[in-house]
């Protein structure tokens, strides 16, 4: 098994003007780096999931990254990234495949979706990203950490 990685979220904020809304959301941090910068969200405007919305789909998003709940996508993607304005998938999102391998939560081949390429990815903005390679029970403990989680 490759190398583990340490997932944590921070907060972060997406500035507002014009026809944009400010936001605060939760980045995903792993091993102390945004994941935002790795995978360049910003050059699409997309931001978390977290931290932001309705409680409810926060609350399902959670179990989807935990794998509690099926992916987001039909293809088994789950969204990572999302339209900063409305969180939906037409508008486009930085999906992931999310898997366990024995004691660790894998997430790799990070793609751009929307709603018009649900089944086909579309990887090749991402090739450079190697997949992360969590500890399960760390992962899970970094979602407990979440005051949202804690209602769920």
């Not at 990254?65 to 508008?91: H, K, Q, T, W, Y």
Request: glycine content about 10%.
């Amino acid at each position: 098994m490759p190398e583990t990685s340490t997932l944590e979220f921070r907060w972060a904020s997406r500035a507002g003007s014009g026809r944009k809304t400010a936001r605060q959301y939760l980045d995903y941090m792993v091993d102390r780096k945004p994941l935002s910068e790795l995978l360049g969200s910003g050059r699409f405007d997309m931001i978390g999931r977290l931290g932001w919305g309705v409680l409810s789909e926060q609350k399902r998003t959670i179990n989807r990254l935990l794998l509690r709940d099926a992916a987001d996508l039909p293809n088994g993607r789950c969204m990572v990234f999302v339209c900063s304005e409305c969180g939906d998938i037409g508008c486009g999102a930085i999906t992931a495949t999310i898997e366990k391998y024995g004691e660790h939560i894998v997430w790799r081949d990070f793609g751009y979706q929307n709603s018009s390429d649900q089944t086909a990815p579309r990887l090749e903005d991402f090739v450079a990203i190697v997949p992360f390679n969590f500890d399960a029970g760390a992962y899970l403990q970094a979602f407990e950490n979440l005051a949202l989680i804690r209602s769920a």
